[in-house]
């Protein structure tokens, strides 16, 4: 009987990916035999994919670009996953980026929208 709390041959999608708690997480999953789409969108996702597929050859591990503040990003991000594995099990949202400290009068909205987009609307596109 197999251990219905087991996740090996599950597949995930782990957002922010590249490095920081979605690295961590995507190291995790592969760890426990979980096939892994990485995503972010900052220029080291390739390497730090390169880095767990190299640690655990017995999944699958795939990075593929995508700003979770665009849902289309993410729809095609999932679209992505589905087409290699067939399903999709664990979506693990962590993208997130944060705002440097400085006058409120003086901060750039369209750095705050897209603070926003990220933080909050990437979950709901997730």
Not at 1 to 15: E, H, L, N, P, Q
Not at 36 to 56: G, H, N, R, W
């Amino acid at each position: 009987m197999s251990d219905f709390r087991s996740v090996k041959g599950k597949v995930a999608i782990v957002t922010g990916a590249a490095r920081g708690i979605g690295f961590g997480a995507a190291e995790t999953f592969a760890s426990e035999g979980v096939h892994v789409v990485m995503s972010d969108i900052l220029p080291i996702l390739d390497e730090s994919c390169k880095k767990i597929q190299e640690a655990y050859p017995e999944v699958q591990v795939y990075a593929k670009a995508a700003d979770v503040s665009d849902e289309m990003a993410v729809k095609a991000l999932v679209d992505f996953t589905v087409e290699k594995f067939g399903q999709l099990d664990i979506m693990f949202n962590n993208a997130g980026m944060h705002m440097d400290t400085g006058a409120v009068w003086e901060t750039d909205m369209a750095k705050v929208d897209k603070i926003l987009g990220v933080n909050l609307k990437g979950v709901f596109h997730g």
